[in-house]
């Protein structure tokens, strides 16, 4: 069988002459094009535009399919969702800070904003809200600024994706602020949104659809989740079981998204980088597509890659188990995924509280 048709079979290519196979040789991941491993009556995936996507099993990491799930690309704020799972467990959410000038240094141009003011006092959960919902850049810096400073939250975020084996990653600006070599892959997304998943307190931020932002004189106004699919702005239907988790948009990177979703006790965790067609809502309809898919597949494809493990074929049987308890331990932080029912609950009263009248402060949801 030729290379390309056994890549596009998901079987490995002959072993090079003198030695073995090395692991990027083996894994059908770190091979161009569509990977999937089809069971005989499974639909094949959808056709989408992206330049790279992936769809995998958040419980075991199993990697379904993917696209070109290696290639290096600008994540845009889908990084944040690194900064987070980096600086999250630094800080205490009631920890209160005074805002200074040196705070909000160096945010680029034409940065989401969520509205954080020199001389203001946040608490570090309501600054987590505005870079969970709006991607707010000014959120970012200050969090930044708490953590120890950018340059070493940057380092911070770099080794943090090393130890969850995500290796494409280059951090240079820890908010996703286009920089010269920053970039990460679809594959590494996936890996920081099932991380992510994980904790209790991102889950919680990711999946909120609105919240009240600390305004002056001891006032607040309210923000929205820029993620459509979680909130059905702007036409866009929202996802049944949708948990999140983190879109973006800078015009060098194009849109980027990690979405999750959960249905009949199964999480799947999409990512979409960069779709090349139907304009800037593209890159919801096609994690729509590759959800559905993925849902109607889990179960019935062999997996080609794992998102546990850097990316070599997932392990079977009892050795698969500790992955998927992972998912379902409990934690003195508070709900994870057994209380997804819940935070979807919140979701959606949040959602009759916009459509009631919650003032909402309007931002540009570029992500950067």
């Excluded at 998901?10 to 089809?38: C, I, K, N, Y």
């Amino acid at each position: 069988m030729p290379a390309a048709a056994a890549a596009r079979a998901g079987r490995p290519d002959p072993a090079p002459p003198g030695g073995p196979p090395t692991a990027e040789q083996t894994s059908p991941l770190h091979r161009s094009g569509t990977q999937v491993r089809l069971r005989h009556g499974v639909p094949g995936v959808p056709d989408v535009s992206a330049l790279s996507w992936v769809v995998a099993d958040a419980g075991t990491g199993d990697v379904l399919a993917a696209h070109d799930a290696h290639r290096a690309l600008p994540p845009a704020s889908t990084l944040k969702t690194l900064f987070a799972l980096a600086v999250l467990p630094a800080l205490p959410g009631g920890l209160r800070h005074e805002v200074s000038a040196e705070d909000l240094a160096g945010i680029g141009p034409g940065s989401s904003l969520v509205g954080v003011v020199e001389g203001g006092t946040y608490r570090v959960s309501d600054l987590w809200n505005g870079v969970f919902l709006n991607s707010g850049n000014d959120a970012v810096h200050v969090l930044a600024s708490l953590a120890g400073g950018w340059s070493a939250t940057a380092a911070r975020m770099q080794a943090e994706a090393r130890a969850l084996g995500a290796r494409d990653t280059h951090v240079r600006s820890p908010d996703g602020y286009d920089a010269p070599g920053q970039v990460s892959s679809a594959y590494d997304l996936a890996v920081f949104g099932m991380a992510g998943l994980r904790r209790p307190d991102f889950a919680r931020y990711c999946s909120r659809v609105d919240a009240a932002f600390p305004g002056g004189n001891g006032t607040t106004y309210g923000i929205m989740n820029t993620n459509r699919l979680l909130t059905g702005a702007d036409g866009v239907e929202p996802y049944p079981g949708l948990i999140g988790v983190k879109n973006g948009y800078t015009s060098n990177a194009g849109n980027t998204l990690i979405a999750a979703a959960r249905r009949d006790g199964r999480t799947l965790v999409v990512t979409v980088m960069n779709p090349q067609e139907g304009g800037g809502h593209a890159v919801y309809e096609e994690a729509r597509s590759l959800l559905d898919w993925g849902f109607g597949a889990a179960g019935r494809v062999e997996p080609v890659g794992s998102l546990a493990d850097g990316g070599s074929p997932a392990r079977q049987g009892p050795q698969a188990a500790p992955a998927a308890a992972a998912v379902a331990r409990p934690s003195e932080d508070g709900p994870g995924w057994p209380d997804t029912g819940a935070i979807l609950g919140v979701a959606a009263l949040g959602a009759g509280v916009t459509a009631l009248g919650l003032r909402l402060r309007l931002v540009r949801d570029d992500g950067n």
